[in-house]
């Protein structure tokens, strides 16, 4: 029977039945990017440190999904930073050296999210230069904020009532950002932490790791001095936390933690010889978590190679919104929904100037890594406040009396393979390097022509000459010709460069 209805009462049916079908479709997703700075992969409960006290990033584990095989491409602050926002490699992004600012024609996600709507904030350590702050709406550099390294020995037990002073990590803006957000549309956060960023001084948490709980690495020697230096640096980790169960309790107490993507993970590994700046997992694989209910697997576990290079794709994606042609990693979403798809065969990874001279190259399969050192006649000094370190010191002491182990050498090995393999599944610290061994001849060779592939695809063009040191390698004191900031490079290797086959 047709009913013959009043032009006014089908106008409002009408608009009823539009209302109605926007209610019903789903609300674009927003996204939380939490950053720790020079946090090792394994320093946590999640990935299965038992000592150390992370129960806010362990929480986010249970309630999401962990990767246990994701990795930076340069374990170096600003050039892994500069990758992660560009989704392309440092040496694509003409910042691949510390401190060097991130040029402006470089395209980011986040401008691409913002021009379809979304709210994007930066709040605490910044290091991307300034050409770049007009892709977010909103920026709280604590850089410029006029944040500095306390250097009094009382200036870190100024803490906070629940024991963590959010100004010295850089976390002070986090919730304020968050709560100052539109309601009225989906936003993007990039959250970065100070810590565990050295130096340190006790104080940071109001209860200290003790020293005979650390877990030390078999490259560092197990010295009163290594333990004290390793607690100091488990605090630090232990109030980042603080401030990421902040984060989570805000977003539970606004009603859009269901709406919201998680990510938690580290610039580079932890800032001890050996880790920070090396092409060794205990500096590029980083604690890489993603929480998302109902949307992401709890208590998941995806063991698929994944790159930063991916973020930016992925972010894209899950927003609606193509990449395009300057993002040369692959939207992972899917392993959220298949965490045993395989995306990836292999990772890549840079090492370039970090204080002081330096360039590598590294492929990483879910078996073997292989390392390129162009640097090789150089040891392999760690970053210049790691070489100030209680941790070095004690070891060049110990080193200048013979007392090293050939495991804890390698910081003062000179010159060092020009090329090195390691089986990762069966070794995994990276200590037996298979490079010489007949047995792996193949493999090598297979690893060396993905690496030769990658560089002419990725114009990963070799300098004449590498940027000079800018410290003492002995005292980690500057040398006269250190140069702040790092000039930004301009050449060629910053066009849009398609992505590298697969």
């Not at 047709?2 to 079908?21: C, D, S, T, Y």
């Not at 640096?233 to 989570?248: A, C, K, M, S, T």
């Not at 000459?465 to 930004?488: H, K, Y």
Request: proline content about 9%; charged content about 25%.
């Amino acid at each position: 029977m047709k009913l013959n209805l009043p032009a006014g009462l089908i106008v409002v049916l009408a608009f009823a039945q539009v209302e109605a079908h926007a209610a019903d479709e789903p609300k674009r997703p927003n996204f939380v990017l939490i950053i720790a700075d020079d946090m090792a992969w394994n320093d946590c409960g999640a990935f299965g440190n038992p000592k150390i006290r992370t129960p806010n990033i362990d929480k986010l584990a249970r309630e999401g999904m962990r990767f246990d095989r994701a990795f930076v491409t340069c374990s170096s602050c600003s050039p892994s930073r500069s990758s992660m926002i560009t989704g392309r490699y440092p040496h694509n992004t003409d910042a691949d050296e510390l401190h060097a600012p991130l040029p402006a024609e470089q395209i980011t996600f986040v401008e691409k999210l913002k021009a379809s709507g979304y709210w994007t904030a930066a709040a605490g350590k910044w290091h991307l230069g300034n050409a770049v702050k007009n892709r977010f709406n909103v920026v709280r550099d604590a850089n410029s904020a006029g944040f500095q390294l306390p250097t009094d020995k009382n200036a870190k037990t100024r803490m906070t009532a629940e024991g963590s002073s959010a100004v010295q990590s850089g976390c002070d803006q986090w919730i304020p950002v968050l709560r100052e957000r539109p309601k009225d549309k989906p936003f993007f956060l990039w959250l970065a932490s100070f810590d565990p960023h050295r130096d340190y001084q006790p104080g940071a948490i109001p209860k200290p790791h003790a020293p005979e709980d650390v877990v030390i690495p078999p490259y560092l020697p197990d010295l009163p001095e290594v333990r004290q230096d390793l607690a100091l640096y488990y605090d630090e980790i232990g109030r980042l936390d603080h401030h990421v169960g902040e984060v989570l309790a805000e977003l539970d107490r606004q009603g859009v933690s269901t709406n919201t993507y998680v990510l938690f993970l580290s610039d580079n590994g932890r800032p001890f010889p050996r880790c920070k700046t090396t092409l060794y997992d205990s500096g590029i694989k980083t604690p890489w978590i993603v929480r998302a209910p109902g949307r992401v697997e709890a208590g998941g576990r995806c063991e698929s190679l994944v790159s930063t290079i991916d973020i930016a794709p992925t972010f894209l994606g899950l927003a609606g919104i193509k990449p395009g042609p300057t993002f040369q990693g692959e939207d992972i979403s899917r392993l959220f929904r298949d965490p045993k798809a395989k995306l990836h065969h292999m990772i890549f990874a840079e090492r370039n100037w970090h204080d002081y001279a330096a360039r590598g190259r590294a492929v990483r399969t879910e078996t073997f890594k292989y390392i390129k050192n162009d640097d090789n006649i150089n040891p392999l000094t760690p970053p210049a406040d790691a070489v100030r370190s209680l941790t070095f010191v004690a070891m060049r002491r110990l080193h200048d009396e013979g007392k090293l182990s050939r495991l804890q050498e390698w910081c003062f090995e000179s010159p060092r393979p020009a090329e090195e393999l390691y089986d990762v599944m069966a070794d995994p610290d990276e200590l037996t390097n298979l490079a010489s061994d007949p047995k792996y001849t193949k493999t090598l060779a297979d690893m060396r022509r993905e690496l030769f592939i990658w560089t002419n695809e990725t114009l990963d063009l070799k300098p004449e000459t590498l940027s000079p040191d800018e410290f003492d390698r002995s005292t980690g004191e500057p040398l006269p010709n250190r140069v702040r900031p790092r000039p930004t490079k301009k050449g060629t290797r910053a066009g849009a460069v398609s992505k590298p086959a697969k």
